[in-house]
């Protein structure tokens, strides 16, 4: 049996979604930058995508933005704020992806910009204080980038109250959104925030695309420079099939948000149950246990050090069962990533990161606990 648990890694395509882009492939040939009669309905297609993506996120098709997926939008919105707004210190917090830490890093190595953390807890809570004091050292120009959700352990920031001290200290504030959109009702008219970042292939999209939303009062420099694409901000021919897709994959997934949400939610609730009362001595990180801070989609387990725990992630992918140590850039290899070390630094056991979708079943709960049965001595 093959047991995929690894959605936050990367979802299944849907059946629709691809039948939309194959006959769009096929249909829609050209330029949506050539002003004739085909070009015009290629580019009535994507600005109809940014339209359905731009009133259900309750923001103006103006201010969502194509790219090639979270990776791009994180570096997008980053490169381009610290450059436009002239910033001179970010603030982040040591458990963002990659994808925002390498690009500040490199502003911080390159353009003279400071970089500052914020405080999180053992599961990964912000220090909203600490965010407060830090942001009241600088007067101005300070970028704060912080997740909605984190992609290892499942965390859920309250962006809310980060954008709410963002303005009380007139400072710019990006979020990785890549672990929420199409997870969770997102209402960007009642938030103080300046871009968020998301990812098709999180919510049974394509792969390499994505969007980035950005206010009016951000207005930035262009990211990508050529043929004026996306209002100026990210030349280059738009991927139009996958914008498409991507578009699908985000009306099916807020149509049917509450349900599915529940659904999942229930899975990981009946695995946490098993897990408790098969194994001594397990833990979870990220507060994985309480759904309203936590992503129903993520549950991250600390098994204890044992002759198993070593090979446990090998040996359950023997089995049939997919899942991952923490990122999908930090599995396979055997060192801890960087979040699971800086929420839990004792830890030296084996931290497996179960990640769900509304395509998984409880049957498939059972088969993984059977496995981790044999497996685990
Ligand atoms: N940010 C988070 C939180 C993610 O989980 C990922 C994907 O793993 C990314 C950014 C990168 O997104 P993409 O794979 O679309 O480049």
């Given at each position: 049996?093959?047991?995929?648990?690894?959605?936050?890694?990367?979802?299944?395509?849907?059946?629709?979604?691809?039948?939309?882009?194959?006959?769009?492939?096929?249909?829609?040939?050209?330029?949506?930058?050539?002003?004739?009669?085909?070009?015009?309905?290629?580019?009535?297609?994507?600005?109809?995508?940014?339209?359905?993506?731009?009133?259900?996120?309750?923001?103006?098709?103006?201010?969502?933005?194509?790219?090639?997926?979270?990776?791009?939008?994180d570096?997008?919105?980053?490169?381009?704020?610290?450059?436009?707004?002239?910033?001179?210190?970010?603030?982040t917090s040591?458990i963002e992806h990659?994808a925002v830490?390498?690009?500040?890093?490199?502003?911080?190595?390159?353009?003279?910009?400071?970089?500052?953390?914020?405080?999180?807890?053992?599961?990964g809570?912000i220090?909203?204080?600490?965010?407060?004091?830090?942001?009241?050292?600088?007067?101005?120009?300070?970028?704060?980038s912080l997740m909605h959700a984190n992609n290892?352990?499942?965390i859920i920031n309250?962006i809310?109250?980060i954008?709410?001290?963002?303005?009380?200290?007139?400072?710019?504030?990006h979020s990785d959104a890549v672990q929420t959109?199409?997870?969770?009702?997102?209402?960007?008219?009642?938030?103080?925030?300046?871009?968020i970042a998301?990812?098709?292939?999180?919510?049974?999209?394509?792969?390499?695309?994505?969007?980035?939303?950005?206010?009016?009062?951000?207005?930035?420099?262009?990211?990508?420079?050529?043929?004026?694409?996306?209002?100026?901000?990210?030349?280059?021919?738009?991927?139009?099939?996958?914008?498409?897709?991507?578009?699908?994959?985000?009306?099916?997934?807020?149509?049917?948000?509450?349900?599915?949400?529940?659904?999942?939610?229930?899975?990981?609730?009946?695995?946490?149950?098993?897990?408790?009362?098969?194994?001594?001595?397990?833990?979870?990180?990220?507060?994985?246990?309480?759904?309203?801070?936590?992503?129903?989609?993520?549950?991250?387990?600390?098994?204890?050090?044992?002759?198993?725990?070593?090979?446990?992630?090998?040996?359950?992918?023997?089995?049939?069962?997919?899942?991952?140590?923490?990122?999908?850039?930090?599995?396979?290899?055997?060192?801890?990533?960087?979040?699971?070390?800086?929420?839990?630094?004792?830890?030296?056991?084996?931290?497996?990161?179960?990640?769900?979708?509304?395509?998984?079943?409880?049957?498939?709960?059972?088969?993984?606990?059977?496995?981790?049965?044999?497996?685990?001595?």
């Amino acid at each position: 049996m093959d047991v995929y648990f690894d959605n936050a890694a990367s979802t299944i395509i849907t059946k629709e979604v691809l039948d939309e882009m194959i006959k769009c492939q096929k249909d829609i040939f050209a330029n949506p930058s050539s002003v004739h009669k085909f070009g015009r309905k290629a580019k009535t297609i994507i600005e109809n995508c940014r339209s359905i993506i731009s009133s259900k996120l309750k923001t103006s098709p103006g201010n969502i933005f194509f790219t090639s997926g979270g990776t791009e939008g994180d570096n997008m919105a980053i490169f381009s704020i610290a450059r436009s707004k002239k910033i001179k210190n970010i603030i982040t917090s040591r458990i963002e992806h990659p994808a925002v830490l390498q690009p500040i890093e490199h502003l911080m190595k390159n353009e003279k910009i400071f970089s500052h953390f914020v405080d999180t807890d053992k599961n990964g809570n912000i220090d909203y204080q600490h965010l407060s004091c830090l942001l009241s050292k600088f007067e101005s120009n300070t970028l704060v980038s912080l997740m909605h959700a984190n992609n290892e352990i499942g965390i859920i920031n309250d962006i809310k109250k980060i954008g709410e001290i963002c303005k009380k200290n007139n400072a710019f504030f990006h979020s990785d959104a890549v672990q929420t959109v199409c997870h969770y009702e997102i209402d960007l008219s009642a938030i103080y925030i300046n871009s968020i970042a998301a990812s098709a292939h999180k919510f049974h999209g394509p792969k390499g695309v994505g969007f980035i939303y950005l206010s009016e009062d951000t207005m930035i420099d262009p990211y990508i420079f050529g043929g004026g694409q996306e209002r100026n901000m990210r030349a280059g021919t738009e991927n139009i099939s996958s914008i498409l897709g991507m578009t699908k994959a985000f009306e099916i997934a807020y149509k049917n948000l509450e349900e599915e949400s529940k659904y999942i939610y229930s899975l990981k609730e009946y695995m946490v149950e098993k897990l408790k009362n098969e194994f001594s001595g397990i833990s979870f990180n990220g507060l994985s246990e309480f759904s309203e801070k936590s992503l129903n989609t993520v549950l991250s387990v600390n098994f204890p050090k044992s002759k198993s725990s070593e090979m446990l992630l090998f040996n359950l992918d023997i089995a049939g069962v997919m899942c991952s140590g923490g990122s999908a850039c930090s599995s396979g290899t055997q060192i801890k990533s960087p979040v699971l070390s800086e929420i839990n630094p004792e830890f030296d056991g084996k931290t497996v990161r179960f990640s769900f979708s509304k395509l998984n079943n409880i049957k498939e709960i059972d088969y993984t606990i059977s496995v981790l049965k044999k497996l685990i001595l």
